[in-house]
């Protein structure tokens, strides 16, 4: 009977509850140069479920090999979803996630550039360790052969 006082078919008006995505970029595969990998942009707890999202390289939009799942809900009511882009890591490349969302008051932008890691100067120290070793154990072994055979012969 209370709605009967705003007239007929009066609803009063629910504010919008929005929640703003986070993201979060990453590599599906162990990151290799010139090696064909895959991008994840991981967006979580967002309300309502339409999103935007873009890619960049190097400041300039790809949507070749870009992709975007459909979203699926959290038990919290939010939402997450997420996109991927298919790319081939180079040194010096900078790959952006940007995410439009009703939530957010500017476009949130996750950046992701590959780790450039030294290949002979991180595993150098394991193969000269390993070598040392070898040459020091055969090394031994000569010397035990030889004054076996020396020790023999005396007798």
């Known amino acids: 009977m209370e709605r009967m006082k ?3 078919g009066a609803v009063p008006s629910i504010p919008q509850v929005k929640d703003a995505p986070e993201s ?3 590599p599906r595969d162990e ?3 010139g090696v064909e990998n895959t991008l994840i942009c991981f967006l979580n707890h967002f309300y309502p479920p ?3 999202v873009n890619w960049t390289k190097n400041g300039l939009e790809v949507t070749e090999g870009a992709y975007l799942s459909r979203y699926y809900p959290n038990k ?3 939402f997450h979803q997420f996109s991927t882009l298919s790319f081939t890591p180079q040194e010096g490349d900078v790959y952006a996630c940007t995410v439009e969302h009703t939530a957010l008051k500017d ?3 996750r950046f992701w550039e590959p780790e450039v890691s030294e290949v ?3 595993s150098a120290g394991p193969a000269v360790f390993c070598g040392v070793g070898l040459t020091l154990g055969l090394l031994g072994v ?3 052969t030889f004054l076996i055979i020396k020790g023999n012969q005396r007798n």
Do not use: Q, R
């Open 107 to 109: 476009p949130k932008t």
């Open 6 to 8: 705003f007239g007929k």
């Open 50 to 52: 339409p999103i935007k």
């Open 31 to 33: 990151e290799e140069l």
């Open 76 to 78: 919290d009511g939010t």
């Open 120 to 122: 002979s100067g991180s």
């Open 24 to 26: 979060i970029i990453y």
């Open 142 to 144: 000569a010397t035990g």
